[in-house]
């Protein structure tokens, strides 16, 4: 399954914006991760219409968490990018060429479509139950635990 790039992005904006008591601006945002501000301000567009984000407007404006860190999945995060369909969408191909298979005996799913759902249901399973604290946690014990303070100083500090 793939994620796009976008997820990446969207997934290190919400962790980073556990670190800051007042909105980050996406400039800001994007100088911190050296990425595009055009394409990251469409990741956080997409966050924002998701609920995940909300933008704040005004000279102290910028984006930050509607909940806590907690209650975001990195599922969340995946859907509101890259949208909630699937990731396999079968098209029925044992139903063409020259031995399709008739309508009446492909009433139930075949073998493919089984195990693109079952790897789908457990992906979608793995990525529900990682929450935006989780990786939070994860990055004060790969980093050390002043790493996301760090981060938050910076973006708090000045103008992108």
């Known amino acids: 399954m793939k994620i796009s790039g976008g997820v990446e992005w969207a997934l290190h904006c919400c962790v980073v914006l556990t670190s800051v008591e ?3 601006p996406a400039a800001r945002l994007a100088q ?8 990251l301000a469409k990741q956080l567009q997409a966050l924002s219409r998701a609920g995940i984000v909300r933008s704040v407007q005004g000279k102290s404006g910028g984006y930050v968490l ?5 209650l975001i999945t990195v599922l969340d995060v995946v859907e509101a990018v890259d949208g909630p ?9 044992r139903r063409r060429g020259p031995m399709a298979a008739p309508p009446q005996s492909c009433v139930a799913p ?12 457990a992906w979608r399973d793995a990525l529900r139950s990682v929450s935006v604290a989780d990786l939070v946690r994860d990055v004060g014990s790969d980093n ?8 938050g100083a910076w973006l708090s500090a000045g103008e992108a």
Not at 32 to 39: F, I, W
Not at 66 to 70: I, Q, Y
Request: glycine content about 12%; charged content about 20%.
């Open 22 to 24: 007042e909105p980050a």
């Open 32 to 39: 911190l991760h050296d990425v595009s501000p055009s394409y």
């Open 66 to 70: 509607t909940r806590p860190p907690e």
């Open 85 to 93: 369909g699937p990731a396999f969408v079968c098209t029925e191909i």
């Open 110 to 121: 075949c073998a493919i479509k089984r195990a693109m759902a079952g790897a789908e249901t």
């Open 144 to 151: 050390g635990p002043g790493a996301l303070a760090g981060i």
